[in-house]
């Protein structure tokens, strides 16, 4: 017989691996995404209420999970297998539902703390003077602890119920309300044994056979109920029900029949009779307390959730793939078209189109009817709006490319023409003007006083020469006269690295405030790599 493998090896390497699926994140809005943040939750419900807890306490009760469609009758069979009524039944349901766990006093213990379900906040209720036999009849719900998401769990007591063996009763599969669905889904990721409840007018749909196709993929151990069966068909709807469940590789699985009765409707207050639960009650208490059943039980279903992990985790592995290369394009978009972007830029001051409409004309007129700080507030604004038109097209290209990308819409309007680049890039330019100017002042501070020219037209022929391009041949040779060669030459050079040293900041910091969004949700290659290693990881304790 295989036995539950609890060695504090493998519970590490468990452990190790839960923490590497809490640290992926699936933020881009690709095809497929949405499946893979479902198979990310169900892992990390899976590692946190069922795998990392049950190998910590083998010893702890047996939890055995009633989960089905609405009005399946999933209420009324916890109620009647306890004894009296713990959960509310009936086909109308409140919007928002607490799952409701059932053990014996003794094993309350077990679930009062967060070693299950830790996400969700305890609730228990009080005993009440004058009670039934079992002395806990419900009267007022107290609590501990909070849930971050508002979750909570309500735990009750039943001395009817075998020592060993907890149900636990989940909200509807197929609820109206999303997180009543993933609640349940979550659930039932944490059971020992997945009882699966449908009725004999549903047996058939999606929802029960999805729940089943998922016992199966986790070989899980699974017990089903068909409920409500009306006594003329009892014979004809079983033996359908298992045909179809051969069918389903689920022959195997025990099926047990619970006949339609009075007690089943009525808004389910009435508890069915012990003669109508007594063989599902029987199979739960026997594999609860004979020590073989239970550890054939427990081996089974945390060796399939364990040997599911072979197939699941390089899924996530994968959508974490192609999260990263989707934010490689993007990013890489936005690169290539600030990159070209560059060069245009270089390639229009090379041509002089700086000297260019009222800078030119400016230069023209200079010194004559031009001052020299006229000069250079037209080449600013010249060089201004060349920056400008260069980040606007450059966006206007990201913005193409990312319309093209799904992965972009979580991204809203970034890409677009962003209105406030201009007052941006208008400071970055001023602020180039003035240290020129202060080169140029240092520059004059050098020279003998009574050949020390003006440092505001020194400046001005300066900015000339560096933004003209071929167009200012002539700025070159003025300033050579006023400064020298060699002083011509040192303010050349450091002005047309300060040129080049602004350009590249104004463009990379453009560049990277359209990053900044994609850059915020890290969207990183190293999840993928930590996810395989730590799966290798457990694959080798195992």
Known sequence: MVTLDARPQLIDALSALRD???????PLPLPGAPRARQTRAELLAQ???????????????LLAVVGGSTGAGKSTLVNSLVGRRVSEAGVLRPTTRTPVLVCHPDDHHWFAGARVLPRLARLWTAPRDGAGPDGDEPSAATGAGTAPDGGSLRIETAAALPRGLALLDAPDIDSLVVENRTMAAELLCAADVWVMVTTASRYADAVPWYLLRTAKEYDATLVTVLDRVPHQVVDEVSRQYAALLTKAGLGHVPRFTVPELPESTGGGHG?????????????????????????????????????????????LAGAVAAQHAAAVRLSGAVEESYTAQRERVQARLAAGAVLAGDARTRWRGH????????????LVASLSTLLQCAVAAA????????????????????????????????????????????????????????????????????????????RARGA????????????ALRLRDKGGDLLRTTIDEVLHSERDRRLAPLDALEVTPEPQAELIAALSLLQKER
């Open 20 to 26: 590497r699926v809490a640290a992926v994140r699936l």
């Open 47 to 61: 590692l946190d209420d069922y795998l990392v807890p049950r190998l910590t306490d083998p010893d702890s009760p």
């Open 271 to 315: 508890l069915l009779p012990a003669t109508a639960v007594a063989p599902l009650l029987a199979w739960l208490a026997h594999r609860a307390q004979d020590p073989a059943a239970r550890q054939q039980a427990l081996a089974r279903t945390a060796g399939g959730a364990l040997d599911s992990l072979r197939s699941r985790m390089p899924e």
């Open 367 to 378: 010194p004559r009817d031009s001052s020299a700080g006229e000069l250079l507030d037209a």
């Open 395 to 470: 966006d206007e290209r990201v913005a193409q490319t990312w319309a093209r990308e799904p992965a972009a819409a979580v991204l809203g309007g970034q890409g677009r023409v962003d209105l406030e680049s201009g007052e941006r890039i208008g400071i970055a330019v001023r602020r180039w003007r003035r240290v020129l100017e202060e080169y140029a002042e240092e520059e004059v501070r050098g020279m003998e006083r009574s050949t020390a020219p003006d440092p505001e037209a020194v400046a001005a022929l300066l900015a000339t020469a560096l933004l003209g391009g071929r």
């Open 476 to 487: 070159g040779e003025r300033l050579a006269e006023r400064m020298g060669a060699q002083g």
